[in-house]
C-alpha cells in the first residue's frame, strides 16, 4: 500500500521485440505478462524493418493486448517503398533506427582501429541521421549513439563525442533537426542509455519535448528494471513527462 505523498511513475515500453524479430525468441504473451508483473502499464512491441536487408524485414502482426508499432531501418534509403509500406498497417509509433553505416556495414561488427577512426565513424552516423530525418517517415529517433553501444573499445562517450568539432556539431544538427522536425528522441536504455545524460540535458534546453522510453529489449521480461533507471534519468535531465504513442500521435505522461 503506498504510503501517504508517496506517487508511483507510469511507465510504457515503446520499444520492444518478439519472435517476430530476426534476432529475438521472446514470446509477446510471455513479454507481457511478465512486464505487467514488473509493474509495467503496457508494451509496444517494435519488431525490425530494415529497408535494405530482406531478411530482417518482419512481417506486422497486430495483438489485442499491447500497442504495436515498428522499428524502421534506415528507411530513407529507398523513400517511395517504405511510404508504402507505412501506410499498409495501422502502427502505434514508427522508430527510425540507424543499425548500417551509409557503406552498409553493420554497427554490430563494427572494430575501429583507432579514436580518431571512431570519431569519424561517429561523424557520419550522425550525419546520416539527418537524411532520416529530412525524409521524415518516423516519429521517434530511437538509440541515439547506438554504434557505442558495441565494440566501444576506447571508452568513448556522447559527451566527449559532442566536444569533438565535427563530430559534436553533427550530434548538435541532429538534435535540432528533430525538434524544427516535431520529432521525437528516445531514450534506449538496453546495454547503457542512449543518450547519455549530457544529450538528454541538451535536448530539453533546446526546446525538445517530445521524448519516449523503450526497454530495446529482445529477451522475455528483461526491460523492467532497465525502464524505471531510465525514467529517473529523465527527471535528472529535466523532464517531467513523456510520450506515449498512439495511432501515432503522442500523449503525455507524467514521470
Not at 33 to 57: D, K, M, N, W
Not at 92 to 104: A, E, K, Q
Not at 162 to 181: Q, T
Request: hydrophobic share 35%; charged share 20%; glycine share 10%.
Amino acid at each position: 500500500m503506498a504510503e501517504e505523498g508517496e506517487t508511483f511513475m507510469i511507465l510504457y515500453d515503446q520499444h520492444v521485440h518478439s519472435q517476430f524479430s530476426y534476432d529475438s525468441y521472446a514470446l509477446r504473451s510471455e513479454s507481457s505478462e511478465a512486464a505487467a508483473r514488473s509493474g509495467i502499464a503496457g508494451l509496444t512491441f517494435t519488431e525490425h524493418y530494415e529497408t535494405c536487408v530482406p531478411e530482417q524485414r518482419a512481417p506486422f502482426f497486430a495483438d489485442s493486448t499491447a500497442r504495436v508499432g515498428v522499428e524502421l531501418g534506415s528507411g530513407q534509403l529507398n523513400a517511395s517503398a517504405t511510404r508504402d509500406y507505412l501506410a499498409r498497417y495501422p502502427f502505434d509509433i514508427v522508430l527510425g533506427s540507424v543499425h548500417f553505416d551509409p557503406d552498409g556495414e553493420d554497427y554490430y561488427t563494427y572494430h575501429p582501429a583507432s579514436v580518431s577512426e571512431h570519431i569519424e565513424n561517429m561523424r557520419r552516423y550522425f550525419e546520416f541521421h539527418l537524411s532520416l530525418i529530412a525524409d521524415g517517415q518516423f516519429d521517434v529517433i530511437a538509440h541515439l549513439g547506438y554504434p557505442l553501444r558495441y565494440n566501444n573499445s576506447f571508452g568513448l562517450t556522447m559527451e566527449q563525442l559532442r566536444e569533438d568539432e565535427a563530430a559534436g556539431s553533427a550530434l548538435l544538427a541532429v538534435l535540432k533537426a528533430l525538434i524544427a522536425g516535431g520529432k521525437g528522441l528516445e531514450l534506449n536504455c538496453s546495454g547503457g542509455f542512449y543518450p547519455s545524460l549530457g544529450i538528454l540535458r541538451e535536448y530539453k534546453a533546446l526546446g525538445g519535448e517530445l521524448i519516449t522510453i523503450g526497454s530495446d529489449s529482445h529477451v522475455t521480461g528483461a526491460g523492467a528494471d532497465r525502464l524505471k533507471l531510465g525514467a529517473e534519468l529523465l527527471k535528472e535531465a529535466g523532464f517531467t513527462k513523456y510520450a506515449l504513442y498512439s495511432g501515432r500521435k503522442p500523449e503525455w505522461i507524467n514521470l
